[in-house]
């Protein structure tokens, strides 16, 4: 019997986990099999099979609807038997596990977080759902084409999210971050593509001249939000004092730049947003 790759797409009932997996499935199973030049069929013997298993459906089968912790953690349990039962390359599996605990019977081998909407249809969900800490792939847009693609390609290459090397030349970035927005995403880019990875750090600057309303951890979500989709791993987050100068002596081996970006750009502002939040 094979033992499948577990694919786990998680995240809040009607995040667009199950719309997510119909496509990753047809995805993988399109790009994962070899044609054969002469025929243009897949060849038999080199199929790739992939499975997918649905919570709910999972759930109506066995008649348990038991939403406790227990029920939550038993159901867990049943998806991993079950997909280690498929006997299958892959084996892809959505449901919201919402527990730490969950996500750590199941030992996902890869993890795709659907963070597309802030509460669910289900408020007992909402109250117990702990957002997960470690993920391959994290979606904040319910785009499933898009994002079954994207994810596709990695799964197919066996391609993992880059890790921050803390060795390697990195591009420094400071703000207050109030909050973050698209003009300092264009200018992370500019910034990202001339080492492969940037530190972002956040000024402590929460109430500092009557202003800057958000929480250190409202600013790092903010962020993270933005880049996680695409730039997972090729930055880090250090929080940092209220600095307002920066020197150095001479050779010191750095160099510091102003970016200039087109009015399109440079018009937004962070003022303005808070402004329009009712925020100073």
Known sequence: MKQPKRIL???LPGSGK???????KRYLEAHMN???EHSLRPIADAQVTVAWLNADEVRRHYNDWDFSTEGRIRQSQRMRDLADEANTDYCIVDFVAPLVEMRNNFKADWTIWIDTIDRGRFEDTNRVFVPPDQYDFRITEQNGEKWAEFIGQHIVDNQRRPVFDWQKE????LGRWQPWHEGH???FERLIARTGQVVIQIRDVQGWQGSNPFAIDQVKGFIRRDLDPIYQGQYEIQVVPNIVHIGWGRGVGYSASEETFDESITSISA???RQDLGLK
Not at 18 to 24: I, Q, S, V
Not at 170 to 173: E, Y
């Open 18 to 24: 199950t719309y997510l997996a119909e496509r990753l």
């Open 9 to 11: 797409i998680m995240g």
């Open 34 to 36: 070899p044609i054969n």
């Open 185 to 187: 995403r264009a200018l």
């Open 271 to 273: 003022t303005r947003i």
């Open 170 to 173: 990195t591009v420094q970035m």
